[in-house]
T-cell receptor, first 116, second 113 residues
Framework: AQSVTQLGSHVSVSEGALVLLRCNYSSSVPPYLFWYVQYPNQGLQLLLK??????LVKGINGFEAEFKKSETSFHLTKPSAHMSDAAEYFC??????????????FGAGTQVVVTP | SQTIHQWPATLVQPVGSPLSLECTVE??????LYWYRQAAGRGLQLLFY??????ISSEVPQNLSASRPQDRQFILSSKKLLLSDSGFYLC????????????FGPGTRLTVL
């Protein structure tokens, strides 16, 4: 079974500082990996995804993530935090490359607070 | 382009009352559809998923049911709501199982009193 672990349920960063959100997964097959962002009382928005190919993927709003197979990690980073980055972030893994249902396994989420 | 709608946006219902939440997708055909629930302070829980009309799979047993009467319509229902049904309900769709990514609707905030 797939699983996702997000280290840190809450992260506080200063405006202009590096944002680093950690995500580790377990998978017996090559995974598809995703990062989503959720603003209060809204649905989830896809930030970026890794399926195959280049292990460093760039997404919207200046975020990027690197797939490291040896570490089973897919950490999300942004060089300089902006006040608008305050939100909850979810890491997700595709249940199985052969799963015909396309189900995603989500992490518990990390709430990001940006301080002036 | 594709869009996904959910309604109502918010709902306050008494315990024991019925429930019907609707989700529709525009701009694509034969999408995979999903219902999730977010309880306060908790992550996303997959409730139901569907790969076609009338094809519904339940992820966990509960007080809820789902139906897909049309290709791009997904309905979440309950005959009698419980306090524990309160939460933020999200509908999502994907092009196909191969792509993996899901696209989420704006959500419905349900409060059961």
């Amino acid at each position: 079974a797939q699983s996702v672990t997000q280290l840190g349920s809450h992260v506080s960063v200063s405006e202009g500082a590096l944002v680093l959100l950690r995500c580790n997964y377990s998978s017996s097959v090559p995974p598809y990996l995703f990062w989503y962002v959720q603003y209060p009382n809204q649905g989830l928005q896809l930030l970026l995804k890794y399926t195959t190919g280049a292990t460093l993927v760039k997404g919207i709003n200046g975020f990027e993530a690197e797939f490291k197979k040896s570490e089973t990690s897919f950490h999300l980073t942004k060089p300089s935090a902006h006040m608008s980055d305050a939100a909850e972030y979810f890491c997700a893994v595709r249940s199985s490359a052969t799963d015909s249902w396309g189900k995603l396994q989500f992490g518990a989420g990390t709430q990001v607070v940006v301080t002036p | 382009s594709q869009t996904i709608h959910q309604w109502p946006a918010t709902l306050v219902q008494p315990v024991g009352s019925p429930l019907s939440l609707e989700c529709t997708v525009e701009g694509t055909s034969n999408p995979n559809l999903y219902w999730y629930r977010q309880a306060a302070g908790r992550g996303l829980q997959l409730l139901f998923y569907s790969v076609g009309i009338g094809q519904i799979s339940s992820e966990v047993p509960q007080n809820l049911s789902a139906s897909r009467p049309q290709d791009r319509q997904f309905i979440l229902s309950s005959k009698k709501l419980l306090l524990s049904d309160s939460g933020f309900y999200l509908c999502a769709w994907s092009f196909s199982a191969a792509s993996g990514e899901q696209f989420f609707g704006p959500g419905t905030r349900l409060t059961v009193l």
